[in-house]
C-alpha cells in the first residue's frame, strides 16, 4: 500500500512539472512566419508566373487567405520591407484604411495591409535588411571554374519555378501558399543555399560559401527587427520571402522564449 501510495505522488508531481512546463511555453510570445512569393517586381533571381490577380476569382481567393490567417489572432503585422521605408509603408496603409487608395499588386499590400485593416490594426511594421548577396562574383567564379555545374544549378532554379507557377495555376491561393508553407518545401529552399550554392569553390575561393553566409547574416539581422516588435503578449505574423521564411524558421523554432507557431496549420 505505502508502495502504491509513492508511485501515485511520483505521478502527480510529474504532472504538475508538465503543466508548469506547458504554462511557460504557452505564455511566451508567439511569432508565425508566412512564406510568398513576390506579386510585383522583384530583384530576386527567381521569379513566378502569375495569372491576372485582379481577376475576381484571384481578388476572391486573397480575401479567403486573409480570412484563414485572421484565425491566428495576430497582434502586430509584420511585412518585408526596410526600417527606413516604413514611414512610406505606413502612410500609404493609412491612406488604404482611410478608402483614399488602391491597393497595389504587391503581396505586402494584398495580404499585409488587407489582414491588418480587417483585424483594426492602427500600424503595420517593417522588418527587412538589406545585404546584397555577392552574385556577380559568384557567377563570374563559377562561369570560368565550374561553368557545366553552374548551368545545371540555374536551370534547376528555372525549373522549379516553372513548376511552381504550373501548381499555382491549378490550386487555389490558399492551397497553394498550403503547399509552399511546409517542411518539405522549407528544406528544398535551405538545401539550394548549403547544398548546392555552397559547392562553387576553390581552394582559394569560397565564394559559394561566402554567398551562403551573407544570406543567413541578412536573416540574422531580420530576426533582430523581428524581435524589437515582439512584446510580452504579442502574437506576430511576419509576411516574407519563402527563402526568408525557411531560414528563420530553424531560428525561431530554436528559441524558448518565443513561442513558434506553424502557419501552415491553418492552412489546410
Request: aromatic share 10%.
Amino acid at each position: 500500500m505505502k508502495h502504491l501510495m509513492l508511485i501515485t505522488f511520483s505521478i502527480l508531481v510529474i504532472a504538475c512539472n508538465s503543466n508548469k512546463k506547458e504554462t511557460r511555453e504557452t505564455s511566451n510570445p508567439s511569432i508565425a512566419l508566412l512564406g510568398t512569393f513576390h506579386f510585383g517586381a522583384t530583384t530576386d533571381y527567381s521569379s513566378m508566373d502569375m495569372d491576372n490577380f485582379n481577376s475576381e476569382k484571384r481578388q476572391s481567393e486573397i480575401e479567403e487567405l486573409v480570412q484563414t490567417l485572421k484565425e491566428f489572432k495576430p497582434t502586430k503585422i509584420l511585412l518585408e520591407c526596410t526600417l527606413k521605408d516604413e514611414a512610406f509603408f505606413q502612410e500609404a496603409y493609412a491612406n488604404y484604411v482611410k478608402n483614399e487608395t488602391q491597393l497595389k499588386m504587391d503581396e505586402r499590400e494584398q495580404i499585409g495591409f488587407r489582414l491588418a485593416s480587417e483585424l483594426n490594426h492602427s500600424t503595420i511594421h517593417c522588418i527587412d535588411y538589406k545585404l546584397p548577396v555577392p552574385l556577380d562574383s559568384l557567377s563570374n567564379f563559377a562561369e570560368r571554374n565550374m561553368k557545366s555545374e553552374f548551368l545545371r544549378f540555374l536551370a534547376s532554379i528555372e525549373k522549379n519555378d516553372e513548376d511552381d507557377s504550373k501548381i499555382l495555376a491549378a490550386k487555389s491561393l490558399k492551397e497553394y501558399y498550403a503547399f509552399k508553407n511546409s517542411n518539405e518545401e522549407d528544406l528544398k529552399n535551405k538545401r539550394q543555399y548549403i547544398q548546392e550554392t555552397a559547392k562553387f569553390v576553390s581552394d582559394s575561393t569560397y565564394i559559394g560559401i561566402k554567398f551562403v553566409s551573407v544570406w543567413w547574416e541578412r536573416n540574422f539581422h531580420i530576426m533582430s527587427n523581428i524581435d524589437r516588435h515582439i512584446g510580452d503578449t504579442d502574437r506576430v505574423l511576419v509576411l516574407i520571402g519563402g527563402a526568408h521564411r525557411a531560414v528563420l524558421k530553424d531560428f525561431y523554432q530554436s528559441r524558448d522564449d518565443i513561442h513558434y507557431e506553424e502557419i501552415g496549420n491553418y492552412l489546410r
